[in-house]
């Protein structure tokens, strides 16, 4: 099983929001997840509000040979620092 760390739409029309999760490679976007890892909230006022991201489980998921989408990589550098897979 192909684990991949992606973003699952959630929120409302013109007001996205997203959920940080690890799912199967085959399942559609808003499909089963293994694990929640936290959310991102693009539309959010505030910088600090923008993101709650669950470090310990992100390490944990790349450190056994998940990889992350393109945007779940960017967001991962940006706010946590985290460059690649381990």
Do not use: C
Request: no cysteine.
């Amino acid at each position: 099983m192909a684990v991949r760390l992606r973003l699952k739409r959630m929120g409302r029309r013109h007001r996205s929001f997203f959920r940080l999760s690890a799912m199967d490679s085959r399942n559609p976007r808003d499909g089963r997840v293994i694990e929640e890892l936290g959310w991102y909230d693009p539309n959010a006022k505030e910088q600090d509000q923008q993101t709650s991201l669950n470090r310990e489980r992100i390490e944990y998921w790349l450190g056994v040979g998940a990889q992350p989408s393109e945007t779940v990589r960017d967001l991962l550098k940006k706010k946590l620092g985290i460059t690649s897979a381990k």
